[in-house]
């Protein structure tokens, strides 16, 4: 590469999360940096809605794990004053069974001495304890691998709610491997996952940090104040907004020739290296490499990604019988019942509902019911209303409705996942300069992709 083509700009594809925390990383490690993002506005997932009526609506994710490498970012974007701590109120996470709420206990004193789990349960806690590391070579189902832990019940009334509220996924398709990295080696290092957990704790004490569990924090103005402040912290002009992105092709001196169209008229440019932070669906369609010999990631189309709903309902306080005194209420399979989950965001988060009011926000479809966030809205809320009237004795109409369709919301790592890294390792290692993270292989939540971001900065920049 001549010096002339070392001054080139590192492309970032997709202004999302990882796109715009990998702009972030490059820019403050003094790289010239070119961010494409085919939607008027950056932020990918994150849509925070400002109502003047003085409802604050999460379209898309509602909280952000932190971690220490969180607080570092946040704080390094000056946006402390903007953080936002769940209410102490949330506590409670609450669990349908039987068809009534139930709180889950979240401690170990409560989980042995609270009603929720029977008697057989709490033995096999104990039992668990006592495993010692096995290597264990062959991926399998995440529910079979918590089932060998902690039994069926577990399974039924812990994970598989679980699973529905993140991955919006069934345990029994998703890879232990891959879907939960972490209790994967931690079952690997300890045997048992409640003493991983305890040695977790204690190295975090000996670190300096916190031992409990990570904060669920948003911020003021709502989770859309991060894309905002990571934006403002790029170089003026290193943003363009309604560029999609369709090919990318590698010179011979090691540069790249990416061809991105706005409003039907196409655009090439000349860059250093090229990052992809997009989902697996956009990577699909991307043409790369010169015509004659293409490398094809259309294979991971293939990836699932279950439709989901999210609809923000308002209503008056008087209109609410249960004390909505929780982060929300999860959904077993078992209980056969419409929704995955219901969150109560006016109690998670203050400012998110006018005086009076209070805000819930309902997930539904997934693995478990595609074809109900496929509903047209005059469909979908009355169904959610007579749920919410039996679970939470709402009654009336809501004041306030902002439905929400993800056509393909979260991938799920599957017994098969290996087969899609791969094709994302073969890709990189036939290009030079090409590096790709995000959901697609760093996991899936918001603190994930912040981390999928810094490391695609890193490896680009070794
Ligand atoms: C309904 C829902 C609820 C969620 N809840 C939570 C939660 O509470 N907590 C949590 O931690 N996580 C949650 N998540 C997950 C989290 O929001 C996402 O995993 C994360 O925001 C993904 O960020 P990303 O940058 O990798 O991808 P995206 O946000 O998808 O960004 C990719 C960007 O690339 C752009 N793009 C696509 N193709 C092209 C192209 N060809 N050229 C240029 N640009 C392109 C897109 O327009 C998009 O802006 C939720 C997700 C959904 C859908």
Wanted: aromatic share 6%; hydrophobic share 45%.
């Amino acid at each position: 590469m001549d010096t002339s083509a070392a001054q080139l700009p590192i492309a970032v594809i997709g202004a999302g999360l990882t796109g715009l925390s990998a702009a972030h990383h490059l820019a403050r490690a003094g790289h010239p940096v070119r961010i494409f993002e085919a939607a008027p506005a950056a932020g990918g997932a994150l849509r925070t809605e400002l109502h003047p009526d003085g409802w604050l609506i999460e379209a898309g994710p509602n909280s952000l794990q932190e971690n220490p490498e969180v607080t570092r970012l946040i704080r390094s974007l000056g946006l402390d004053p903007e953080r936002l701590p769940a209410d102490p109120a949330a506590k409670n996470r609450y669990i349908v069974r039987g068809g009534v709420l139930r709180a889950m206990p979240t401690s170990p004193p409560a989980f042995f001495t609270s009603s929720f789990f029977s008697f057989r349960t709490k033995l096999k806690l104990l039992r668990e304890l006592t495993r010692r590391p096995v290597p264990r070579v062959e991926d399998l189902p995440l529910s079979s691998f918590i089932r060998e832990h902690f039994g069926n019940e577990l399974v039924t009334y812990a994970l598989d709610p679980f699973i529905s509220g993140i991955y919006a996924g069934n345990a029994d398709l998703l890879s232990a491997r891959y879907a939960f990295p972490a209790l994967w080696q931690a079952e690997h290092d300890h045997g048992s996952l409640i003493r991983a957990q305890v040695a977790g704790a204690k190295a975090k004490r000996a670190r300096g940090e916190p031992s409990g569990p990570a904060p669920i924090i948003s911020f003021r103005s709502g989770l859309a104040a991060l894309p905002r402040a990571l934006v403002a912290s790029l170089p003026a002009g290193s943003l363009e907004l309604g560029a999609e992105i369709d090919t990318l092709l590698p010179q011979p001196d090691g540069t790249w020739l990416i061809r991105w169209f706005r409003s039907g008229a196409a655009y090439t440019e000349r860059v250093r290296k090229v990052l992809l932070a997009l989902p697996a669906g956009a990577l699909a369609r991307l043409a790369i490499g010169s015509p004659g010999m293409p490398t094809s990631l259309a294979s991971l189309e293939t990836l699932e990604h279950p439709p989901v709903t999210s609809v923000f309902l308002g209503y008056r306080r008087a209109d609410v019988a249960h004390p909505l005194d929780g982060f929300g209420a999860l959904i077993p399979s078992v209980e056969k019942r419409s929704l995955l989950g219901v969150l109560f965001s006016s109690t998670l988060f203050p400012g998110r509902a006018p005086e009076g009011h209070v805000a819930l926000t309902v997930m539904v479809g997934g693995t478990r019911r595609p074809d109900i966030a496929r509903l047209p809205p005059e469909k979908l809320l009355p169904l959610i209303q007579t749920e919410l009237a039996s679970l939470l004795g709402v009654r009336g109409e809501p004041v306030f409705v902002r439905s929400t369709a993800w056509p393909r919301a979260i991938p799920q790592y599957k017994l098969n996942h290996e087969d899609h890294l791969a094709v994302l390792a073969s890709a990189e290692a036939r290009h030079r300069g090409l590096f790709i993270g995000g959901t697609v292989r760093d996991g899936i939540s918001m603190t994930n992709c912040l981390a999928a971001g810094a490391k695609l900065a890193t490896r680009a920049t070794a």
